[in-house]
């Protein structure tokens, strides 16, 4: 199971403007903290190690270009990021592709959390949550492993996903509710 921690959006904040200003140990910072997460986002899409590697370096080299114009991210650095990821992943895969069956269990988080939704995945059988997960449409797939597995924000997952905060609340509800029954129906059988 991978367990991601991000840098707090202060620590964020500071590295990005410092980026901005060229300052190389800034840029090396952000590449070694944001690689591996980026990284592993790509891979629950993408089977191929190698691929996804050659891909989210693609979406480095896009920052480090983008730093130099007016491209570069304003706000939070990891959402440009995941959307950058997410862009590429589009134009290779298309929106729909489900996420790989073997990379699947890589996303259930860790205890710790004080959502419930964290608390629910914690209290079942991950085989089955493995199972389960594999039935909900890719954009349910999507929006709990971005929330749940990569950690991020409503508002950084309704940047990524292109929709309105209020959206991904009810998107969220409607997966982690869908999931749910899938559970029950599998105790229940």
Not at 75 to 104: I, M
Not at 119 to 146: C, G, I, K, N
Request: net charge neutral; glycine share 4%; aromatic share 8%.
């Amino acid at each position: 199971m991978i367990v991601i921690v991000l840098p707090d959006i202060a620590d964020e904040q500071r590295l990005l403007r410092d980026a901005k200003g060229k300052n190389q140990e800034s840029l090396r910072v952000i590449y070694e903290r944001y690689f591996p997460p980026v990284y592993q986002f790509i891979r629950l899409r993408v089977n191929d190690r190698e691929q996804a590697r050659d891909i989210a370096a693609d979406v480095f080299v896009d920052f480090f270009v983008a730093l130099r114009g007016s491209r570069a991210p304003h706000t939070s650095l990891r959402a440009w990021l995941f959307r950058v990821a997410r862009n590429k992943l589009v134009d290779h895969y298309g929106r729909e592709k489900q996420f790989p069956l073997a990379t699947l269990d890589e996303w259930i988080p860790a205890g710790g959390d004080n959502e419930p939704e964290s608390a629910f995945f914690q209290t079942v059988d991950v085989e089955h949550v493995r199972r389960a997960m594999r039935m909900l449409a890719a954009e349910q797939q999507e929006v709990l492993v971005l929330r749940f597995g990569q950690g991020l924000s409503l508002q950084e997952t309704a940047d990524l996903m292109d929709k309105s905060t209020s959206a991904i609340k009810s998107l969220q509800f409607r997966s982690v509710e869908t999931l749910r029954t899938i559970l029950i129906g599998e105790q229940a059988g």
